[in-house]
């Protein structure tokens, strides 16, 4: 059973920045993707930015593009979001997720398990 945790979530102004982190334990196949999707109330669940565990491939949704870097570390099994330039239509809980697959990209929302999320918050 794959367990996440989820760190990193807050309050910040618009035009201020996040750092997100995840760290997952239990992930047993060899190629998997992980990344985070996030789901506003009301709103329907939006993939954020994925990275493969092969070659460390990354991708972003288009609103995200520019302004959120997604990164790995697979010694400590962790994944972070740095989120820049933030702006309102980013709050969200978010969430770090993974699906046994090559193929990064955010617009598949199928994952085989994900954390509790974690909230942000952009607001002045």
């Known amino acids: 059973q794959v367990q996440y945790v989820e760190s990193g979530g807050g309050l910040v102004q618009p035009g201020g920045s996040l750092r997100l982190s995840c760290a997952a334990s239990?992930?047993?196949?060899?190629?998997?993707?992980i990344g985070w999707f996030r789901q506003a109330p009301g709103k329907e669940r939006e993939g954020v930015s994925c990275i493969t565990s092969s070659d460390g491939t990354t991708n972003h949704g288009d609103s995200v593009k520019g302004r959120f870097t997604i990164s790995r570390d697979n010694v400590k099994n962790t994944v972070s979001l740095q989120m820049s330039n933030l702006k309102p239509e980013d709050t969200a809980v978010y969430y770090c997720?993974?699906?046994?697959?090559?193929?990064?990209?955010?617009?598949?929302?199928?994952?085989?398990?994900w954390g509790q999320g974690t909230q942000v918050t952009v607001s002045s």
């Open positions: 997720a993974s699906r046994g697959s090559q193929l990064c990209d955010p617009r598949i929302l199928s994952f085989s398990s």
């Open positions: 239990g992930i047993t196949s060899k190629y998997y993707v």
